[in-house]
């Protein structure tokens, strides 16, 4: 953990900010910035112990595409990112120059280790002043204040009171959001629903190429329909084309791996882990 010396998780009655960001992710830390350079007071809650969401999390690649639209404070952050490993320090295990990512004549750079971006985006916080308070979930049942539909303060679970006079939802989850009763969609839309094409279920791939080479055996003894599905595996099939559903994108872990020994720690097993999932 990178400590920040606007970080405060004291008990309090009540704190105000101009501006109070729930989310520490990389958007949430953006706006803060962004909002404390214009001259405003800004508070950032993050309800886990890091912050950097998936850039923090494991996602040390950046799937970028013509990098030349990239600026604002996300080009800083890689600006920055490109400034720690031009220091020889930073090559522990390899060299710069056998990395092909490292590329000379580049103002910044677009994969990393999560660790660094976390250190990165603390060291943002602190030159900014951003009063950053970790640890603390909002309390999604009665937790959200509002006035004529504008919330006023928020609660979190701890009890602490956070007041402002412009909130911003970071999160992935977008709690906040829901907790304000603001509307929102989940899922997908269907193609129908704004006369588009390329929305809603897509089992025949027209979107992407992303397929199996060759074909997968979805049952758990391989070719016995009796012997049942394999996990996640639906009976109903992929579907029909376009169709709006309500699902999201899987969440996931990301994992750094390393095959040097001593950049390495051991996986632990679970509690109730189930290999056969």
């Given amino acids: 953990m990178w400590p920040t010396c606007a970080q405060d998780n004291r008990p309090a009655d009540i704190e105000t900010a101009d501006v109070v960001i729930y989310g ?40 970028s595409g013509d990098k030349r639209v990239i600026g604002g404070i996300a080009r800083e952050f890689y600006q920055r990112i490109r400034r720690h490993y031009d220091n020889p320090a930073a090559w522990v295990y390899e060299k710069s120059t056998d990395y092909t990512r490292y590329r000379s004549g580049e103002d910044a750079m677009w994969t990393f280790e999560p660790k660094v971006a976390e250190s990165l985006f603390h060291e943002m916080l602190r030159e900014a002043k951003v009063r950053l308070t970790m640890g603390e979930r909002l309390d999604r049942k009665s937790g959200v204040k509002t006035d004529h539909g504008q919330i006023v303060s928020i609660t979190t679970e701890s009890g602490r009171v956070f007041r402002g006079k412009q909130f911003i939802d970071a999160t992935y989850e977008g709690d906040l959001m829901a907790a304000a009763k603001v509307r929102y969609t989940v899922g997908r839309e269907a193609n129908s629903q704004y006369s588009e094409t390329l929305n809603g279920n897509q089992p025949n791939g027209n979107t992407h190429s992303h397929r199996f080479v060759r074909n997968v055996d979805p049952y758990v003894q391989p070719g016995n329909p009796a012997s049942g599905l394999m996990p996640g595996i639906e009976a109903t099939g992929a579907g029909e ?36 999932r």
Avoid: W
């Fill in 24 to 63: 520490g992710t990389s958007a949430g830390v953006a706006a803060a910035v962004q909002v404390s350079r214009m001259g405003h007071s800004v508070t950032l809650i993050e309800p886990t112990r890091h912050i950097g969401g998936l850039t923090s999390g494991g996602l040390g690649f950046t799937d």
């Fill in 241 to 276: 084309e376009g169709v709006g559903d309500h699902r999201v994108q899987a969440y996931c872990f990301r994992m750094c791996m390393s095959n040097v020994a001593e950049n390495r720690i051991p996986f632990s097993r679970p509690e109730n882990y189930d290999e056969n």
